[in-house]
Each structure stands twice: as C-alpha cells, then as structure tokens.
C-alpha cells in the first residue's frame, strides 16, 4: 500500500450548491472545509467517508455514456512520505502532471485520470 484514500473529489460550478445536494442524498452533513471554491463533506483526513466539491467555473458536465462527455472526478490520497510515495505511484505507471500545491502534488493515472497524493 501506497497511501490512503483521502477523498473523492467532483469538479462543479458551484461546490456549496452540489456539496448540500450530496450532504441530503448520502448523509453527509458536517462540512469539514468550506472556502468557496473547496467544499468537503465528512470529517477530517483519516475519516472515511470524505466527498470534496472543486470549483470547476467552465465545466462541460458529463453527458453518460457519451465518450465525449465522460464522468470528471479524482481521487485525493494521504501519504506519510511525499518522496517514498512519489517514486512508488511513478513506478506503477503515473506520471506528474503540473500543479501542485502545500500539501499535494497531481498525478496521472496509466489511463489519464488525475490523482493528488497528499501529505499534512
């Protein structure tokens, strides 16, 4: 094991508005973080389940099962030493991406779909 699932994470227009509509729909109601841009559902990092909203302003949301349109999540995942985790997930075929952040770097899984590995 490589790390821990942090959070899901969904890219929207709107995260306060889709973090209400997922916090009634899963039970979700305690908001861990809330800035605006970055809304989570759960408890702190450790503390399963974590649902994240993104501000994405110019979403094209997906249109299933158009391949066009596909579904537009990530994963945020914990790890204890940024370094050792880094060469690991690069060793089982991610790749760096641009962006990164206190506390996360982005990375590509071998089909695409970005990840961040995340530290405290």
Same mark, same amino acid.
């Given at each position: 094991m490589i790390g821990r699932l942090r959070?899901?994470?969904?890219?929207c *227009?709107?995260?306060?508005?889709?973090a209400g509509f997922y916090a009634e729909l899963l039970g979700l109601p305690q908001v861990a973080d809330d800035d605006g841009d970055w809304v989570v559902l759960g408890g702190p990092p450790g503390h399963q389940p974590r649902l994240a909203f993104q501000r994405a302003a110019d979403l094209r949301p997906p249109d299933w099962p158009d *391949?066009?349109?596909p579904q537009q999540f990530h994963l945020d995942v914990t790890v204890d030493d940024i370094e050792a985790a880094e060469q690991a997930a690069?060793?089982?075929g991610a790749r760096r991406l641009p962006g990164e952040g206190p506390g996360f770097r982005v990375y590509a899984d071998p089909a695409g779909h970005p990840f961040c590995l995340c530290w405290d």
């Open positions: 959070s899901t994470v969904i890219d *227009p709107d995260p306060r508005a889709l *391949p066009e349109r690069l060793a089982l």
